[in-house]
């Protein structure tokens, strides 16, 4: 099985997952693959025995294998703990939910949202995944090192499959540069309609770790607003994120360093 077959297989089993169960074009909608290449991967994760046909004849449902994909990992990550209330905050001071997006390979991971606490409710990022190639993406990628970046937008272009097609490398490079420029990045989230988004990286250790993302509907938010309120609260938001984390790692290293040592010395000078 070739990369592209089974990053496209992870997508459909993680649709089915969020929906269970799933009709095929509701899998079509949230993957965004063709209606062929759709049944195709649905009828192979039935002979696989991770999903099974509903016998109500709603589509297809999760089966209790899917549980071995997720046994040795934790309801609640690491970093979730670390933004859930942050991004609470920033909802209640904002109005508008947050969502918490995490480097994943060449796609983001969300780790973390405010959806369900946020005062007005935004349907954002129905999916676990966010393609890197997005505004969100590019507010972490104008933050890491060229040759690194080059390699990652490939990457992620490679994962364009079928009718799909990656923005063009101009426009790619475009938005990086205004990312760069302004330091967040700023898109329609889909063009045609109000709703727009802003991101902000999150730098972990020097490094970007992933981004803040915030939507607003841009004709009832004026510009004043995005300016005044939306960005300082987060950027705030994003230096809380990336302090927490750096404090943690601080912590870890010291930690580490006291048992390989001599003991640590405490307050007062006392070992």
Do not use: W
Request: glycine share 6%.
């Amino acid at each position: 099985m070739s990369v592209k077959a089974l990053a496209r297989g992870l997508d459909v089993l993680t649709a089915v997952n969020e929906l269970n169960p799933a009709a095929v074009k509701d899998v079509v909608e949230a993957t965004g693959l063709p209606k062929a290449t759709t049944i195709r991967l649905l009828k192979s994760l039935v002979e696989q025995g991770f999903l099974m046909e509903d016998s109500q004849g709603q589509g297809y449902r999760v089966t209790s294998d899917v549980r071995k994909l997720s046994r040795a990992l934790s309801t609640q990550t690491h970093y979730s703990q670390v933004a859930t209330p942050l991004l609470r905050d920033l909802s209640i001071s904002v109005k508008f939910p947050a969502i918490f997006t995490v480097r994943d390979g060449a796609s983001l991971l969300i780790e973390a949202d405010s959806k369900r606490t946020a005062p007005l409710k935004v349907k954002l990022f129905e999916r676990t995944r966010v393609p890197l190639l997005t505004s969100t993406g590019y507010a972490v990628l104008a933050k890491i090192p060229e040759a690194e970046r080059n390699q990652l937008i490939e990457q992620a272009r490679s994962l364009f499959v079928d009718e799909t097609q990656p923005p063009p490398r101009s426009e790619v490079d475009a938005e990086i540069a205004k990312a760069q420029r302004l330091g967040y990045a700023e898109k329609p989230f889909v063009e045609g309609l109000d709703l727009s988004v802003v991101s902000m990286a999150v730098m972990e250790n020097g490094r970007a770790l992933g981004a803040v993302t915030l939507p607003y509907y841009s004709e009832v938010v004026h510009k004043s607003v995005v300016e005044d309120l939306l960005l300082p609260k987060l950027k705030e938001t994003t230096n809380k994120i990336a302090a927490a984390l750096d404090s943690d790692l601080r912590l870890v290293a010291s930690t580490s360093e006291g048992l390989a040592g001599e003991p640590t010395r405490q307050a007062g000078g006392i070992a």
